[in-house]
């Protein structure tokens, strides 16, 4: 296990004092500790007493009283520079997607510090969509919850809903989206995000979305995007994306930071320890 | 496969890696992720995303009945249905009066008005509580779904409104410039709503357990704020002591109403409105929405913790 810390140290090539003008920081995460609490849990016996104790003592009676805590990132510390394309890795569960939520200030984080430049943003729409809209709707709705104004929104309406291909197969645009196939949703939902340029850009497994040939196209706008964007972000569970796409890799597991290198150093201790 | 974990310093520097990571932030101008911007930053903020406020409010008002073969016609059947109800139960079953002129455009007015500032406040309670995806998935001042959830409530009492103004002249209430206050009434009203529901907000956000209790305050809100009965005649031969009175008068949610009806309903006049009853509307608008607002952008970096 020693030889895994000193791999990690040799090769950080960050280390804040050395930075200079050359390398501009854009994200800097400072031992950032992530914290969910879980209430309810039902801790053993009376979990109508424990809600009681919950209430009355808030702070002290907290694992007394069923909630449950859930450290899933642990004093994680990194910066991310300009132009860079970084991958990150891990099985499932191991605080990857919490992460980038914290760094897009979407979780506020327990312990620690995260500083950016400008307002990272998280490709994803998702939870803005409303399944009982239609799709043209949704892309209006979509596209101001990303925080385009009217007109952008108006201006890049037929470009979203050509690059999703949802009329190839007729006028499904103007149908609710409960009607769309699981495929042609997470087409027009990807399309929606992927409408807008971002400063920081922060992508969460969106690359598997479609048939392949939408694969394909996608893959095409995440690095015109990439172009736009100062740095990028991946999760992916895919390797072969996170080689093509990343010149540096985070690995978490179990919430901590287990390695932080070039992508090919990385991947391989990681494929190691997958068993792959 | 080996699970035995091992992670290695995060920082080089043990001493105090923290000054290191503030002083390189401050150098390129970094600032904290996920920090409460100050209150003019925030307003500015909100009204750059209003276009989402509103299309947010909207969407949902269209969505409720979509599924629905009569789709949006319901928008007006509903609340038509329910003032049916009401002119059923007390005109027709009970027959009770209580000595008020055109009781049913009364009793009517009085419960659309309530049901703007109900049902506000309960979306407003699980605005945020109820949107945790919405919240974890994308940046926007928060204040904008509770401010959007109060907008759509406006949207569907517009509608009741429509329904109310057949149903004001089906009763032979007629056609008065005095309607025209019906304007600035609802703009209070919805100030004041608006504000409850940043409260509320809040309140659910951290303990959602409200949205549980919140039924039971609103009825017996309901009971004290004359929705079915006059507070004027009530209170004209009642042994009530003079703060309860004054209590009961300057009760908001009796103020909007008692002016609805007083903007509305010829035979509903001046005197039966509590005395200032203008200075009342708006200082209740004022007080919960700016007070609402602040107290909802207080806790603006902590929504979507949970």
């Known amino acids: 296990m020693a030889d895994t810390i000193t791999l990690t140290e040799d090769i950080r090539p960050q280390d804040p004092a050395a930075a200079d003008g050359a390398r501009v920081p854009t994200v800097i995460a400072d031992r950032v500790d992530i914290v969910y609490r879980v209430n309810g849990t039902g801790a053993g016996r009376g979990s109508a007493t424990a809600a009681l104790n919950r209430i009355l003592r808030r702070e002290h009676a907290e694992k007394a009283a069923g909630v449950r805590k859930v450290h899933a990132v642990k004093s994680v510390s ?42 990272p943003s998280l490709l994803g729409v998702n939870a803005a969509l409303m399944n009982d809209l239609t799709g043209e709707r949704n892309v209006h709705l979509g596209g ?46 990807f399309s929606i995000a992927a409408a807008k340029d971002h400063d920081v850009l922060m992508i969460d497994e969106a690359l598997a979305t479609g048939d392949r040939s939408f694969q394909k196209r996608s893959e095409a706008r995440i690095r015109e995007l990439r172009k736009h964007a100062g740095t990028v972000f991946l999760v992916s569970h895919n390797n072969k994306s996170i080689r093509d796409t990343c010149d540096r890799v985070l690995w978490l597991e179990r919430g901590e930071l287990r390695m932080d290198g070039p992508t090919e150093d990385v991947l391989k201790e990681y494929e190691k320890f997958t068993g792959k | 496969m080996s699970q035995v974990l091992d992670t290695p310093p995060p920082t080089a520097t043990p001493g105090h890696p923290s000054d290191d990571a503030a002083a390189l932030a401050a150098r390129y101008g970094l600032t904290v992720s996920g920090a409460r911007p100050t209150l003019p930053e925030y307003i500015r903020q909100l009204w750059a995303r209003r276009h989402f406020i509103t299309a947010f409010a909207t969407a949902k008002l269209t969505a409720q009945y ?123 009203q919805f100030t004041f709503n608006a504000g409850i529901a940043m409260i509320m907000a809040r309140m659910g956000a951290k303990t959602p357990d409200i949205a549980q209790l919140m039924p039971f305050l609103l009825r017996t809100w309901m009971y004290v704020s004359g929705v079915m009965w006059s507070i004027d005649k009530v209170l004209s031969h009642s042994d009530l002591p003079h703060w309860a009175m004054v209590l009961l008068e300057s009760n908001p949610a009796a103020v909007y109403i008692d002016l609805m009806r ?34 909802f952008w207080k806790a603006e970096e902590t929504y979507g913790r949970g």
């Open chain 1, 78 to 119: 990194f910066t991310a520079y300009k132009g860079e394309a970084i991958g990150l890795i891990g099985t499932n569960g191991s605080g990857k997607s919490t992460l980038l939520k914290a760094v897009a200030g979407l979780l506020p984080v327990e312990n620690g510090r995260i500083y950016t430049d400008g307002q």
């Open chain 1, 144 to 189: 101001l919850a990303m925080g385009m104004s009217k007109e952008q929104v108006r201006e890049r309406y037929q470009e979203i809903v050509d690059f999703s291909g949802i009329n190839e197969k007729g006028d499904f645009i103007t149908l609710p989206m409960r009607t769309y196939s699981s495929g042609m949703a997470a087409r027009l939902r």
């Open chain 2, 66 to 188: 979509s599924q629905a073969k009569l789709g949006q016609v319901w928008q007006v059947m509903t609340p038509l249905l329910n003032a049916a109800v009401y002119y059923f139960i007390f005109g027709v079953l009970l027959g009770t009066k209580h000595g008020v002129p055109d009781y049913i455009p009364f009793l009517v007015t009085g419960v659309f008005i309530w049901t703007f500032t109900q049902s506000s406040i309960m979306a407003g309670t699980r605005a945020i509580s109820g949107s945790l995806g919405l919240v974890r998935a994308l940046h926007f001042p928060r204040a904008a779904l509770p401010v959007s959830y109060a907008l759509q409530q406006l949207q569907q009492l517009l509608f009741s409104m429509a329904a109310l103004v057949v149903i004001l002249l089906c009763f032979g209430v007629p056609l008065s410039f005095s309607w025209l206050l019906a304007v600035p009434v609802l703009v209070l």
């Open chain 2, 262 to 295: 007083f903007a509305l309903i010829d035979s509903f006049h001046a005197h039966q409105l509590p005395h200032h009853v203008w200075a009342l509307a708006i200082g209740w608008a004022l007080v919960a929405g700016a007070g609402g607002f602040i107290y």
